[in-house]
């Protein structure tokens, strides 16, 4: 199916790698023109041409810290004007709540609140002028499904996830959607870092832990990266206007409620 956005621009946060990474793919894969940031300038880079090699797009690389007003400004400089947004943030090892100091929940909030807000604040009109705009957040499960391990993404993703829910309903008339990606465990660097996290926390060995998390998703497995590109593709297209304000979870199962 063509999903329509062939010649879109697209920005999309934390690409080097991962989830990120995967989302870039499957909307270069469509023809998007796309402009891709994150934190390691070597990585990026190696991102970069394996993007263009792989689809042969047009892919601008920025290297930039999207907590600071300075990484903003580099990637908005790079894409003033993109039709297509997907924040990205890594988030935060897993803790104790008694063990953070303000200093960390605001590092927290940055990171996957007030960074990607400020990003759709400076874009949105752009959008909605030209009556098409797509913004995919891809958060976390933790948004439904609170990890008791996660304090601080559990409060800072649910804020960006309540703010835009509000906004998606403000802004849908122009042809423009907001919409969450909500992902359970998947083979990432991320999770591998979450599990090395549990290693240090327990004591228990790596390979226990996460086999123990694969055999707890109905799947019985980690999700591919790139069945969440595919999802965030969709949300991005054409064909998905009438989807907006929604959070879909792409978790295996692992979520047991109905709603």
Not at 31 to 58: F, Y
Not at 162 to 170: D, H, P
Not at 211 to 225: F, I, K, L, T, V
Request: glycine share 12%.
């Amino acid at each position: 199916m063509d999903l329509g956005i062939a010649g879109r621009r697209a920005l999309v946060l934390g690409a080097s790698r991962g989830l990120g990474r995967a989302c870039a793919l499957a909307l270069a894969r469509e023809g998007a023109d796309l402009t891709i940031v994150a934190r390691d300038p070597g990585r990026l880079a190696a991102a970069a041409a394996e993007l263009r090699a792989a689809t042969g797009a047009a892919v601008a690389a920025v290297a930039g810290d999207l907590r600071t007003a300075a990484g903003r400004e580099a990637a908005l400089a790079a894409c003033p004007a993109p039709d297509i947004l997907v924040t990205n943030a890594e988030g935060f090892p897993p803790g104790d709540f008694r063990d953070y100091a303000r200093a960390d929940w605001i590092a927290a909030l940055d990171d996957m609140m007030l960074g990607p807000i400020e990003l759709v604040r400076r874009t949105l009109d752009g959008r909605i002028a030209r009556r098409f705009g797509r913004v995919v957040n891809v958060v976390s499960r933790s948004v439904k499904s609170p990890q008791g391990d996660l304090p601080l993404s559990n409060g800072a993703r649910a804020g960006l996830v309540g703010f835009v829910a509000g906004l998606a309903r403000q802004v849908a008339r122009h042809n423009v959607t907001i919409n969450n990606l909500l992902p359970g465990i998947f083979a990432s660097d991320a999770q591998r870092r979450h599990v090395q996290g549990l290693v240090a926390a327990t004591g228990r060995p790596f390979e226990d832990i996460w086999a123990e998390r694969a055999r707890g998703s109905p799947a019985r497995r980690y999700g591919d990266p790139d069945e969440l590109g595919a999802a965030c593709a969709y949300l991005c297209s054409a064909q998905a206007g009438y989807v907006t304000g929604q959070s879909l979870l792409v978790d295996g199962g692992g979520y047991p409620g109905t709603l």
